[in-house]
């Protein structure tokens, strides 16, 4: 038995760091780098975006606008009391803002009494009530033909008298306002399903993305260092974020923005210099807001900090019960954690102080400013720059300016913190793609092809990954060493710290038949030749580094240093059996098979065509249906896989994680997927192939794997401690610890 060199026992453990070019990048990732990695996914939606924006801000407008048409309802018709100069009191039938016009400017007339003076006819120009009446005056004789036509009417009454102008005109208003309604829900509902479906477009977008960013990493071994539930959780987390955080932006921030901007310009138009004294104090307010924000963040992180500090303190009390109890030393930790706890205390005070001083404070300035305006308003009324109804419509739109600023601040607070879900999203991708520091001698990509002399840089030469095409080439490592890359600090937020270091410290463990065995990181110095055309086993213990050396070889991990020499055209069988959700047939082909329909019942439907040479000929998608069926069918016979599927196209694996087949019948599906593709390989990667099957089930594999070589000329590597697997072996490699030190 030939012998390698294994790596000492006493290898590092994994380890959590925080690198200059990882974990401080990430943490330092702010809402505007943030917001560009959520906008890089949005442009995809840009069209719809737009369109949601602007069904919006004709929503912000119909919305501002319905006030002044119910400002123009109410004061169609009233009475306006005027005096002339001789003190002889007047009254006017006043039809509308046009009316109060000219009763103020009639020669001889004073100021009207209520007040409206030179504002009574600020919302004339908009012309709500002429063009109302444009509008629907020519319709209300069809309208009422219409109800009349609706209602039984006896044929002895009385024609319906016609409408006076006033009654014309009343209706026209209240008309033009249900319309304005109406438009204003209608276009609302449009600019929010347009935000939520370019919400949902850019879910897609990410989670297509960041897969296919994860899968066609140039560091594979990457990919191990996460849980990969865990993975595909901060994936849809993530997309959901990205989801919410398009709909917030459009249909809350952006609206809000909006409404701000129109109860501003109203304000403005109403009465510009009790607006511009307004805005002084509203300014003043919101950057007392914005200070306040700063203060209570730092505050709230470090109450978040002592709380994980009291949880973790707390954590390793009952660890350590025992000790506690052996050594009776409760008084003491006890003691420890009531400090802790009282620390806690104080600071949690402090923030809840914080939170509501601000608030009675803030609350109270803005009830001081409406005491200034009230003033103000009064003193305008008295000069007849502003009239008691367009007063009302003021303060009416200053409380919508108020409550839309505040809501506009929690609306942004909430934005930077749905932002925040994909901080870690963002430091992933880019930890998938980008090298970590001190890892410049990570090697050259497998497949490359590049030798020592082939121009790499200095720093790679240490590495060399030599990939060939024949399958005749030589398969070995030489001096080979590598470890798995530590872990990101970001890493921590996914599935804790700890967590990320116990997902690396037992990958090989996870790869390995023995459960609790001692991982070493990686392997260190390892040679090896394996037999061409041959079957080569490397025998040895859980945790000696045969996963690894089988990855090296077919280019899912790179060496640190030495050198690899293998095949293009390697497969791996992992010993976690790589099942998809699917049928089985597309389990076995890899391949989808939506395109043919119900499988077997729609080849049989195609009938063959005869073409105009007279020889029948099958449809395409029937020929090449046919083809894979024959593939799937000699594989399943091969392996064993018919002995309890009948259909392999009909049955259907819906969960990876409790499929209804057992560990043999599912190492024999990934036999079936070895054999359905013997003209696409050249080298055979076994990782633990026995582990789980019965007696049975391992002679089936043992003559597959005798199969593959004689009858398909296939260089194979195992990886295992079964002797059974060993029997058959044409040369065992002893990676055990024993054999190192013999050797």
């Not at 409790?658 to 190492?667: A, D, M, T, V, Y």
């Amino acid at each position: 038995m030939s012998s390698a060199k294994h790596p000492e026992s006493g290898s590092p453990p994994a380890r959590v760091l925080s690198s200059p070019t990882t974990a401080s990048e990430s943490e330092a990732v702010g809402t505007l780098q943030l917001l560009r990695f959520a906008y890089s996914y949005m442009t995809c939606q840009l069209r719809v975006i737009l369109v949601s924006g602007l069904f919006m801000a004709c929503a912000t407008l119909l919305s501002i606008s319905i006030p002044a048409l119910a400002e123009e309802i109410v004061s169609y018709g009233m009475r306006a009391t005027t005096k002339t100069i001789d003190g002889v009191s007047h009254t006017v039938e006043s039809s509308s803002a046009t009316s109060l016009e000219a009763a103020t400017a009639a020669p001889g007339l004073g100021m009207p009494a209520d007040g409206a003076g030179a504002g009574g006819d600020r919302l004339f120009f908009l012309g709500l009530g002429p063009l109302s009446e444009r509008i629907f005056k020519p319709l209300l004789p069809m309208l009422f033909a219409f109800l009349r036509s609706a209602v039984v009417v006896r044929d002895d009454a009385e024609p319906a008298a016609s409408l006076s102008p006033y009654v014309e005109g009343i209706l026209c208003r209240c008309l033009l306002m249900a319309v304005a309604i109406i438009c204003y829900h209608f276009t609302s509902l449009l600019a929010h399903l347009a935000a939520y479906y370019a919400g949902s477009g850019a879910q897609n977008a990410l989670t297509k993305d960041s897969v296919h960013r994860i899968l066609h990493t140039p560091h594979p071994e990457r990919v191990a260092i996460v849980n990969a539930v865990k993975l595909a959780q901060l994936i849809t987390a993530s997309g959901r974020a990205l989801s919410d955080t398009t709909g917030e932006l459009l249909t809350n921030v952006l609206s809000q923005v909006m409404y701000i901007v129109g109860f501003f310009a109203v304000m403005l138009f109403l009465s510009y210099q009790l607006t511009l004294i307004i805005l002084v104090g509203v300014v003043g307010i919101q950057c007392l807001f914005f200070f306040q924000g700063i203060s209570l963040h730092r505050q709230g992180s470090r109450v978040t900090a002592e709380e994980a500090s009291v949880q973790a303190y707390i954590a390793n009390i009952l660890q350590r019960s025992q000790t506690v109890l052996v050594f009776g030393c409760s008084e003491f930790v006890l003691d420890r954690m009531a400090d802790r706890s009282a620390q806690l205390w104080r600071l949690t005070n402090g923030l809840n102080r914080s939170i509501h001083g601000y608030a009675a404070v803030s609350s109270g300035l803005t009830r001081l400013i409406l005491v200034v305006a009230l003033g103000l308003s009064n003193y305008y009324q008295q000069k007849g720059q502003l009239g008691m109804r367009h007063t009302i419509l003021y303060f009416a739109c200053f409380q919508s300016f108020v409550n839309t600023l505040a809501s506009l601040s929690s609306a942004v607070s909430q934005l930077r913190a749905t932002l925040g879900r994909l901080k870690t999203l963002d430091a992933m991708l880019r930890w998938y793609s980008e090298p970590l520091a001190g890892t410049a001698g990570e090697g050259c990509t497998a497949g490359e092809g590049c030798t020592a002399g082939e121009g790499c840089t200095a720093a790679l030469e240490l590495a060399v990954v030599d990939v060939q095409e024949s399958p005749t080439a030589e398969v070995a490592l030489d001096h080979v060493s590598f470890s798995y890359p530590a872990v990101p600090a970001f890493f921590s937020e996914v599935g804790g710290a700890a967590g990320a270091g116990d997902a690396v410290a037992s990958w090989e463990q996870q790869l390995s038949t023995a459960m609790g065995s001692q991982h070493n990181n990686g392997v260190s110095q390892v040679s090896l030749t394996a037999l061409v055309g041959g079957i080569t086993v490397l025998y040895g213990p859980s945790g000696c580094g045969k996963s690894t050396c089988l990855r090296l070889l077919c280019g899912l991990v790179r060496p640190h240093t030495g050198t690899v020499r293998t095949q293009r055209r390697a497969v791996l069988l992992e010993q976690q059996h790589a099942i998809f959700i699917g049928t089985v047939a597309e389990n076995i082909l890899l391949t989808s098979l939506s395109s043919f329909g119900s499988g077997t019942a729609k080849a049989s439907a195609l009938k063959p065509t005869m073409p105009s040479s007279g020889v029948p000929q099958l449809p395409t998608a029937a020929a090449t249906f046919a083809e894979l069926q024959r593939r799937v069918t000699d594989a399943a016979v091969k392996s064993g896989c018919a002995d309890f599927l009948s259909n392999p196209f009909s049955t259907f694996i819906e969960s990876v994680d409790h499929p209804q087949f057992s560990g043999g019948q599912l190492q024999r599906i990934v036999l079936a997927r070895m054999l359905a593709r013997t003209d696409d390989y050249s080298l055979v990667l076994l990782d633990e192939p026995t582990t789980g099957l019965d007696r049975s089930a391992v002679e089936v594999l043992l003559e597959t794997i005798k199969e593959l070589r004689d009858t398909h000329h296939k260089t194979i590597l195992i990886s295992t401690h079964d002797r059974r697997v060993a029997e058959v072996a044409d040369k065992v490699i002893d990676l055990s610890a024993s054999a190192a030190e013999a050797r």
